[in-house]
């Protein structure tokens, strides 16, 4: 069950991460805003609280994973915003998606207690040389696009410290609870962001819309349903954790940058001049084939028991 649940999850996430390249470069240019967008809505789970839905938490340490898993989630959705402004869509996504499961067979057998078998090490082998493959572009040696690279890497380090976190509240609560309190603190945080001027000035009415920006209006529909998406892949996939290996949903990811390969391969072709305006060359799609099939191949023998 938890298989099916997290292919749908990055299958979803796969249309979100388009849509998250279209609104930064149309819609909300500032990342800090974008993650403000993201992670204020959270705050409703407190209206929960009152009614005694949830268990009280039995120590302080309990608080500070909680504080953990919510506060890097929020970091990692800043880290991959950032890097979506630098560089291609087409390269976070696999990035992320590749450096995550990396560190999550590590950070899952420190302190899950996850046993890495011989074949889940040579998997994480191929997720290194595939990241490597989808990060080497000649077109991309300037600063902002290692820069771009960088943050992508942060990201996944970010999200991976996130998820295992959560695997290990989600042991202790079950599901529900620990949704509610893993993801509280990415709340708080998107609250702390109306001290950014950015952010604040996206309540001023008088604010007209930078040139070739959408309406106001339209602005937040498009952002509405991008993070409604999101929201709705990110608890398939965090209770696809919860049901399973922690480590082999993220590593599943492998489908969710496989279709956003293929979906940014399909826009820049028939849509060059409008959302994502990515060239591929006969070399880059041989060289992303090739990572996909490297990564693709390792996420294999991660599956492998």
């Keep these: 069950m938890w298989l099916s649940i997290a292919l749908l999850g990055n299958g979803i996430l796969a249309i979100v991460g388009i849509l ?128 771009g690279l960088w943050w992508a890497a942060l990201a996944g380090l970010l999200f991976a410290i996130s998820h295992v976190s959560a695997k290990y509240v989600y042991g202790m609560y079950g599901f529900f609870d620990g949704f509610v309190f893993t993801k509280l603190p990415v709340g708080v945080f998107g609250a702390a962001l109306l001290l950014d001027p950015d952010v604040r000035a996206i309540f001023n009415k008088k604010q007209k819309p930078a040139p070739g920006q959408p309406p106001k209006k339209n602005q937040l529909l498009l952002v509405a349903g991008d993070m409604l998406l999101g929201v709705t892949a990110t608890i398939l996939l965090q209770y696809a954790m919860a049901l399973g290996s922690v480590t082999l949903v993220n590593a599943l990811a492998g489908v969710q940058y496989a279709l956003l390969i293929v979906f940014t391969a399909l826009i820049s072709k028939f849509f060059p001049n409008n959302i994502l305006k990515e060239k591929f060359t006969l070399q880059s799609v041989i060289r992303k084939g090739m990572a996909v099939s490297v990564i693709a191949f390792g996420l294999v023998l991660l599956i492998i028991k």
Aim: proline share 5%; charged share 10%; glycine share 8%.
């Design 20 to 147: 998250d390249k279209f609104i930064l470069s149309k819609s909300v240019p500032k990342p800090v805003v974008f993650v403000f967008y993201s992670t204020i809505f959270v705050l409703p789970l407190f209206l929960i609280l009152p009614f005694g839905w949830t268990q009280i938490p039995n120590t302080t340490f309990d608080y500070l994973v909680f504080a953990i898993s919510g506060g890097c989630f929020a970091l990692g959705l800043w880290a991959m915003y950032t890097a979506l402004e630098k560089i291609e869509v087409s390269r976070v996504g696999p990035l992320i998606g590749a450096a995550a499961p990396f560190f999550i067979l590590f950070l899952s057998r420190i302190f899950l207690g996850e046993k890495l078998s011989y074949y889940a090490l040579l998997g994480a082998l191929f997720l290194i040389v595939g990241c490597l493959v989808i990060s080497f572009e000649k077109k991309n040696q300037s600063s902002i696009g290692r820069g």
